[in-house]
């Protein structure tokens, strides 16, 4: 191969985003950020909204400083978070805001979407977790609250990955992968299940054409290049990742049948592949998830919480709380009684944003008659208590698939966080890899090589990944202490 070849990724998610230009020599890839901007959701009188114009702005100034440097990319292709959406009317019009998964409007109204479908008839056709924040939910809370006029009148529902490649090339396509988790898609029949669709009343004509991860959606439209004061051209192509960022990033990882991955950023998921879906009584109980849409890539998860709660603390705190970075927090907290305050991360308190800290401290003061004072005891009582719950996940996964696993690979933002990677090894008992931290971005990286022909298939794309990346390993100091606290977390939280 001559000079590398050129493509640029971008990386959604609920706190930032990313633009990234990948250089791939035939053997490695590597990654080179050029654009970055802070991303959230804002509270209105009605709800919380995403700032799709803000997100839609950030992407274009990431392409256009990659195509400043770079006038050689051969291809785009955009990740986000699952399950939020827009409409766009048949001139390609948006017509409304892109509200947030973490609106209350879900919670409100779920009486009214589980009198439709039970939680068991939903889990039974999907084997999608029951959660608040799956698109279908949304739908329904749209009706419930007389809000559904732009549902009745729009031409194409499009989720966020979706409706970015659509105002980039001006092609309307659904990703298996996001469609996957909507609480709408029949696994088995590979389609949106004529079920659910018939039963909360919402047409099939509504969606886009479905398109698989690693295909071309079209070409960069030049009014859009010009619009950012690149020279036109006609083969930027727009390319159809696992648009999933979960999906893309478990593209990236060590995700042999011996190991538990767990995408660690504002959320963490633990999960594995399997041949294909399982959905069970014992699923619907603990609540795992089954996401496909990437042939021969089906994924079991289970939904825990993540950094976003220590992301809430330190926004709370404000900047001065960083004075020294994350290498003087973690330090301060390495001195600290691990297992002092632990919580169940994935209580509902912790899902909505504001007051943090305080609802950390009551459920501590609750149990333990005290309570985190500093940011490193705040620290200190999530990373223990993500691994607490990450030991749980895994322990329920091993049982709904018969098999234990030997190894971990957490990937994503949070494999930089040591302190969580040694207590995970140590409540589990199982050898931690941390890395890639860019999983999703690499996943993205992936099927763009797959569309342009330079690999044929995800497998190449990892061991490509696996040489491109230095990876980190903590070693189990599994103690009887450690497994005394599990259990007493487990009894602490009815587990």
């Known amino acids: 191969m001559g000079q590398p070849m050129k493509f640029i990724a971008f990386d959604l998610g609920a706190s930032s985003g990313r633009v990234a230009v990948a250089s791939y020599d035939g053997s490695h890839i590597r990654l080179e950020n050029v654009h970055s901007f802070p991303n959230g959701a804002t509270r209105l009188a009605d709800g919380l909204y995403w700032d799709f114009i803000g997100i839609w702005n950030g992407y274009l100034s990431g392409i256009r400083e990659g195509l400043s440097r770079y006038p050689e990319v051969r291809s785009v292709g955009a990740c986000t978070y699952c399950n939020d959406f827009s409409f766009v009317d048949r001139d390609g019009a948006l017509l409304a805001p892109v509200r947030s998964y ?46 559904d006029f732009v549902l009745s009148h729009a031409d194409n529902l499009l989720f966020l990955p979706d409706l970015l490649t659509f105002y980039l090339c001006g092609e309307r396509v659904t990703e298996r992968s996001i469609a996957s988790v909507t609480q709408m898609y029949d696994h088995g029949a590979s389609d949106w299940s004529c079920e659910v669709l018939e039963r909360f009343g919402i047409g099939r004509g509504i969606f886009a054409p479905f398109a698989s991860a690693g295909t071309v959606a079209g070409t960069v439209s030049p009014s859009v290049l010009e619009g950012i004061g690149i020279p036109a051209r006609r083969d930027i192509k727009a390319v159809v990742t696992a648009e999933h960022d979960t999906a893309s990033a478990f593209m990236a ?243």
């Not at 409100?108 to 999608?128: A, F, H, K, P, Q």
């Not at 959660?131 to 809370?141: D, E, I, K, R, V």
């Open 102 to 147: 973490r609106d209350r409007r879900t919670v409100r109204t779920e009486d009214y979407s589980y009198s439709i479908m039970s939680r068991e008839e939903l889990y039974s056709v999907s084997g999608n977790q029951i959660a608040p924040f799956n698109t279908l939910m949304q739908l329904s809370a749209m009706k419930a609250e007389g809000n």
């Open 253 to 495: 990882a060590r995700a042999d049948e011996n190991t538990l991955v767990i995408s660690s950023g504002t959320w963490s998921l633990a999960g594995c592949e399997s041949a294909g879906p399982v959905i069970s009584d014992f699923g619907f109980r603990h609540n795992i998830a089954n996401e496909g849409g990437i042939e021969g890539h089906h994924r079991l998860i289970r939904n825990v919480m993540g950094n976003w709660i220590m992301q809430e603390v330190l926004r709370e705190y404000g900047p001065a709380c960083m004075r020294g970075g994350f290498a003087k927090l973690d330090a301060e907290a390495a001195r600290l009684d691990p297992y002092r305050f632990v919580i169940d991360v994935d209580a509902p308190a912790f899902f909505e944003p504001l007051g943090m800290r305080e609802k950390i401290s009551g459920v501590c003061m609750e149990k333990y008659g005290a309570a985190p004072s500093s940011p490193a005891e705040f620290a200190v009582c999530v990373g223990t208590s993500l691994a607490m719950k990450y030991r749980w996940a895994m322990e329920k996964l091993a049982q709904l698939r018969g098999r234990d696993f030997g190894s971990i690979n957490i990937i994503g933002g949070g494999s930089n966080d040591s302190l969580t990677a040694q207590r995970t090894a140590d409540v589990t008992g199982l050898p931690v890899v941390c890395g890639p931290a860019d999983a999703s971005v690499f996943g993205n990286v992936i099927f763009q090589l797959i569309a342009s022909g330079e690999i044929s298939e995800v497998g190449e794309g990892r061991a490509i990944v696996g040489s491109s990346v230095d990876f980190r390993h903590f070693e189990p100091a599994l103690a009887a202490r450690d497994d005394a606290a599990y259990k007493k977390f487990l009894s602490d939280f009815s587990l």
